[in-house]
Every structure is written in C-alpha cells, then in structure tokens.
C-alpha cells in the first residue's frame, strides 16, 4: 500500500539555542507533510523544498503528540511539536506568504494527530470565516465553466472564492481545486463529453464497477472519498512541492508551484493540443 498524504503545508525548521530557550529559524525552505505510511503509520515528515529531500521522517501515535504555538517567539509564527510520552522537541515556523490559513492548518493537523482517521476539513477562503451553505455554493459555482480555464475564468473564480469567503481580503484570494472540482462542474462535462468517462476509469481504483458509466462517474464525484482526495491534492499544489509529479503529467515543473499555476499550465497544454489538431 502506497504511502497517502493528508495535508501539507509550508513550513521551515526552528532550533533551539544550546543552554537557552531561544530558538532561531532556519532560513532553508521546506513543507511539513503529514502521511500514513505503507506501514499504516502516521508519519510526520519534514521536506526540504530546494532539495526535495526528506530530512525528518517522525513517526506519531495517536493522542501522543501536538502541535503548539510558541507565543514568546517575535512574529508568533513558530511552533513546537511536543510529545506527552516524551521531552523530545521539534520546532518550526510557518513559510506560506499569508498568514491567514495557518489556524487552519494547525486545527487540522492536531486533529488527526489525535485521530488519523480524521479527515481534514478545509474552510473556503479565509479561516477564520463561516464556510459558505450548499445553495449559496451551488449557485455560485454556477458562473464557472466545467472545462478550461481561460484568464476570464480564473477572474470569475477568484470573486467566487471571495464572495463564498465573506469578506474582502488585502491580497487576492486563493484559487481552490475544491471550488472547481465539483459535482456542479463534472457532471454537465461527463454529458457534453462522454468519451471522457471510459478515458478515466483506468486511473480509479479496481474494486469499482467494469462498465464505465455516467451515473458510477456521479456516485465517484459525489463520495467523501474523492472530495477528500481533491483536498489533499490541493493542499500538495500549495506546498510547491510537485514538480515531478506535474512532468509526469506533460507540464511544466513550475506547474507543480501552486493552484493557479496548475491550472494555467493545464489550459496551455489544451489550447496548444488544438493548434496541432487544427495545423
């Protein structure tokens, strides 16, 4: 069984001074990613980003540890993950460009450091806003087109994700791969186009039905399984840490950056398909 990530986000490594209690960041650029291994265990690993090395590799048992905020650290960024079995320490600071999703994912990733069968829920927009309901959702959604991202839709999709958000950030609002990929969008694409059903069912699990259909593509979309799997994907985008999966897929590596740059790279690969289609 192949290792399953369930989130990650960016994050440098922290040392403490020796004889102190003052603890210095490293200026390396790195992710933590939480993981349940081939082993069936959950491993907290920390990634180096420049390198794409696995410098720490931490196994964790349920309810033994969590990750805490340091408050006398200036900037209130940094954090330590701490043991009840043990004194054992490790400290690290937050490395995403905006500080908004950061009570996000340290709620998340205590969570399932309690359980790790905890699924990660991830709000839309900013965290500390109510996420929006299933009818303000699905009528929103509504304005998004189901295939292709043209720079008119990225628009569109970035005023979706701020009104579901509820508010008006300072930067722009970050893209989310759980906006686009949704019942709402795939299904009318699944009936515009239905090759695309029996192209798809190579690359989803074997226990599922041999006859590819719509309705079984509806039930996949529709499963808490795959919204899962959607976040995780999302969350992987956002570490910047997927540039060799990405070349596998034909893009180019700095697809592997970020949401929008994946979905820029996808919407380039198309439009340059349809000019050898059409030369």
Do not use: C
């Not at 330590?80 to 996000?104: G, P, T």
């Amino acid at each position: 069984m192949a290792s399953a990530t369930i989130l990650a986000f960016k994050a440098g490594r922290a040392f403490r001074r020796e004889g102190t209690n003052f603890v210095d960041h490293s200026s390396e650029k790195g992710a933590i990613i939480l993981q349940k291994g081939e082993d069936e265990l959950l491993h907290l690993i920390w990634r180096n980003r420049s390198t794409n090395e696995v410098e720490e590799d931490l196994i964790l048992f349920p309810g033994d540890a969590s990750f805490v905020k340091i408050p006398q650290v200036t900037g209130g960024r940094s954090y330590v993950l701490k043991f009840s079995s043990s004194n054992q320490r490790h400290f690290f600071w937050m490395q995403d460009a905006s500080i908004s999703r950061d009570d996000e994912f340290v709620k998340n990733l205590n969570l399932v450091l309690e359980d790790p069968d905890r699924i990660p829920v991830w709000q839309i927009g900013s965290s500390s806003q109510p996420q929006a309901s299933t009818s303000q959702a699905g009528s929103s959604r509504s304005a998004a087109a189901p295939s292709g991202t043209t720079p008119e839709q990225l628009a569109q999709l970035r005023s979706l994700v701020q009104s579901m958000s509820g508010n008006v950030p300072q930067g722009e609002p970050e893209l989310s791969l759980n906006d686009i990929l949704t019942p709402e969008n795939l299904i009318p694409l699944f009936r515009s186009h239905p090759d695309l059903v029996p192209a798809l069912f190579p690359h989803l699990p074997p226990d599922l039905p041999t006859q590819p259909s719509e309705e079984v593509m509806q039930q996949i979309i529709s499963s808490p399984q795959f919204r899962a799997a959607v976040r995780n994907f999302d969350q992987a985008l956002r570490t910047g840490m997927l540039g060799g999966l990405v070349r596998g897929l034909g893009l180019p590596e700095e697809a592997g950056t970020g949401v929008e740059a994946f979905l820029r790279a996808i919407q380039e690969q198309a439009s340059g398909e349809d000019r050898m289609e059409t030369d």
